[in-house]
């Protein structure tokens, strides 16, 4: 049966199922990043999983993710000159899931070389992308965060997808 909701138009009262909006909104594929720096406090990698990414100009170049007021990463990712959103690929679940954790040892065996900027850019990542943060925007219970890109690169990787709360690939 689909999923529902009786009304299209909300008043200012009213409120939407937390559920079923996440149920709903879960049937849009996206690819998963994982957006990394170094901790300018502690010299040690720190990051977050996100997949609420896009780009947003080409001139300049940006782009943009969201992040929860929630989380606790998000903060030391922020204060580094310099951060990388690697879109991570097809076999990287386990990084994605390691990164998503509250105060785990978020780089535990995961494998990375320095960006220009010194950012950590994840072994076998499909692209990455060093940026700045350009500006932010609250949003509920997120903040909109665009970013300018200052270098990018790509392999020919396929990607890591999350769709109705699982991870998957994508297959010709």
Known sequence: MPTTTDSPSLGPSEALDSATFRT????????????????????????????????????????GF??????????????????CVNILAEHQEE???????????KFHDVGWAPSPGGAPVLDEAVAWLEVTTEDEHLAGDHVIVVARVCHLAAEDRSPLLFFRGGYGRFTD
């Open 66 to 83: 969201c992040v929860a007021h929630t989380s606790t990463s998000w903060p030391r990712v922020r204060t580094a000159q310099r951060y």
């Open 95 to 105: 990084v994605c899931r390691q990164l998503s954790r509250k105060g785990a040892e």
């Open 24 to 63: 709903v909104l879960g049937h849009f594929a996206t690819g998963v990043v994982a957006i990394t720096a170094i901790d300018p406090e502690t010299g040690i990698p720190t990051g977050l999983a996100a997949n609420s990414f896009t780009s947003v100009s080409l001139d300049p170049p940006l782009v």
